[in-house]
């Protein structure tokens, strides 16, 4: 199960209330996107694309921004339209992102070739892996499986940890819920969550394909065998 860096789109978000941008707040950080003439509308109302070019001699990197918010949070729609057919998806378990979120600084260079430093909210591993989890059960996506099994296995901190973090929470609705979504898809070898690891894999061999099934599966029980 080894990850494909230039592939790899998926870490945690960025993380911005939505709550807190009311008012006009919205509106006014869609429009400082578009102003910068690099970012287009995506494959999916809620999201923005902006391809980056590496200079590594291969493609640019299309570079996905979209716009997430709770379900129970209440968006005040914008008249007139900034961008016609736009919207924010409001997703399951989009609030666990803001349960404890860390802060991360990543210096680089900008699309412009400046170097800069930048400091990030994103949401923790533990709570990345409960809105992984809810995406699993919520849409039909292989790289949801794969997220999750990539992070329990690569995870710093140790899959005991993070399954610490899960228990002292299982009472939460969102987690719990995470953990009832874990046990149904990766219920067998050959369930939901092992046959998407196995999907995003593309693998041809038979025998991989199930090496890799059986792999993704026995990581997710050693991970709810310690809630």
Not at 153 to 164: D, F, T, V, W
Request: proline fraction near 6%; charge should be positive; aromatic fraction near 8%.
């Amino acid at each position: 199960m080894n990850p494909e860096p230039r592939q790899r789109d998926d870490y945690s978000p960025r993380q911005i209330e939505a709550n807190k941008l009311a008012g006009g707040r919205y509106a006014d950080l869609l429009k400082l996107l578009l102003d910068t003439n690099r970012y287009k509308p995506g494959s999916k109302p809620f999201q923005l694309v902006v391809k980056v070019d590496l200079k590594d001699g291969e493609k640019p990197v299309e570079v996905e921004v979209e716009f997430l918010a709770p379900r129970e949070v209440k968006l005040r729609k914008n008249r007139p339209k900034l961008l016609e057919g736009f919207r924010v998806l409001q997703a399951d378990a989009c609030g666990a992102a803001f349960h404890a979120p860390v802060e991360k600084e990543i210096s680089g260079r900008t699309v412009r070739g400046a170097s800069n430093t930048v400091r990030l909210r994103i949401a923790s591993l533990p709570d990345f892996l409960v809105m992984k989890a809810h995406a699993l059960a919520g849409r039909d996506t292989p790289k949801d499986a794969y997220d999750l099994c990539y992070c329990l296995e690569h995870s710093p901190e140790g899959m005991k940890a993070l399954a610490a973090h899960w228990k002292k929470r299982r009472k939460e609705k969102d987690v719990a819920r995470a953990i009832e979504i874990l046990r149904e898809k990766f219920a067998s070898v050959d369930a939901f969550g092992p046959a998407h690891v196995v999907e995003f894999h593309g693998s041809t061999s038979a025998e991989e394909q199930a090496m890799q099934a059986r792999r993704s599966y026995e990581i997710m029980q050693q991970f709810l065998s310690c809630l």
